[in-house]
């Protein structure tokens, strides 16, 4: 069955083990090209790379019906894999995700059980309900992070990066929501709820929260529990223009929120190399 990759999206697979790195890189800086957490880091990728093709697998298993009108061409509409094989490896990979889990430390596999009973509750009830939905999606992208902070056990700054990403995630999966809103018909999403004009309102508040959090890697004593060694001055140089952009993005998302979308994705990604620099004092 899996000779049609499709299935696995291995582009989505691959964004996933990049934020294992990221995260365990803004972790411990420097130290993790270091061969002493080679094997964790190792395991670690492997997890997210099999995290995230098991959970595209199961999105087009109960999405094989609506596929059939809106996407003909994919794997289980077209015939090229039966839907029973593809749940069946999706549930194998999730045995292999707790074996991998368990070789790296309890914490990891403690983590990957909640991300992976967050992934079932998210395909087989929580998508088609909306915020609640969107904040499922928004937590496991916040996890990718936690799992790289999990291979070298050391989470105290990734946890602001986690949450901040988890902020940029949901204001875009609303701005998402208002793009689709005209053909949303199988969700109750926030827009179609409570209105455009107030699901802008709503996601707008969530981005102006994490631009204000944003400067806390630089500011470890306005956090003292989280205990951490406080990001390099470069981290500041270019958290600012991420924040400036997605400032701007906010009058954006009623009118178009194609390119706030976009937008937004952009400025997550600089916001990545923030504190990816940040971490290394570069």
């Known amino acids: 069955m899996f000779a049609d990759l499709k299935i696995l999206r291995p582009v989505n697979c691959i964004m996933g083990v990049v934020g294992v790195i990221l995260g365990a890189l803004v972790g411990i800086g ?30 087009d298993y109960f999405d094989r019906d609506l596929d059939r009108i809106n ?9 090229r894999v039966q839907a029973k094989d593809v749940i069946t490896a999706a549930g194998l990979i999730y045995v292999l995700l707790i074996i991998l889990g368990f070789l790296v430390n309890l914490t990891m596999l403690l983590i990957l059980i909640v991300a992976m009973l967050l992934m079932i509750g998210y ?11 969107n904040i499922t999606i928004s937590i496991l992208v916040a996890l990718l992070f ?3 902070a999990a291979t070298v056990l050391k989470f105290d700054v990734v946890i602001l990066l986690s949450v901040l990403a988890f902020l940029a995630t949901l204001t875009r999966e609303i701005v998402k929501d208002i793009e689709d809103l005209a053909g949303d018909v199988d969700r109750v999403s926030l827009p179609k709820k ?23 890697p630089v500011l470890p ?4 529990f989280l205990g951490f060694e406080k990001l390099s001055i470069y981290y500041i140089y270019i958290i600012i223009p991420a924040d400036i952009l997605f ?4 009058i954006y998302f009623q009118r178009n929120p194609s390119f ?14 923030a504190f990816v620099l940040g971490s290394l004092g570069i």
């Open 30 to 59: 420097h130290e993790i090209f270091s061969f002493k957490y080679a094997f964790e880091l190792s395991l670690g990728m492997m997890i997210a790379f099999f995290f995230m093709a098991a959970g595209n697998m199961m999105n």
């Open 71 to 79: 996407h003909p061409d994919r794997p289980i509409p077209s015939g």
């Open 123 to 133: 395909e087989v009830w929580l998508k088609r309900k909306g915020f609640i939905g």
């Open 146 to 148: 936690i799992f790289g």
């Open 194 to 216: 409570i209105g455009v004009g107030n699901a802008s309102i709503v996601a707008g508040i969530f981005l102006t929260i994490a631009v204000v959090l944003s400067p806390l």
């Open 221 to 224: 004593e306005y956090i003292p």
């Open 247 to 250: 400032i701007m993005t906010i």
């Open 260 to 273: 706030a979308s976009q937008a937004l994705k952009g400025g997550m990604a600089v916001a990545l190399a």
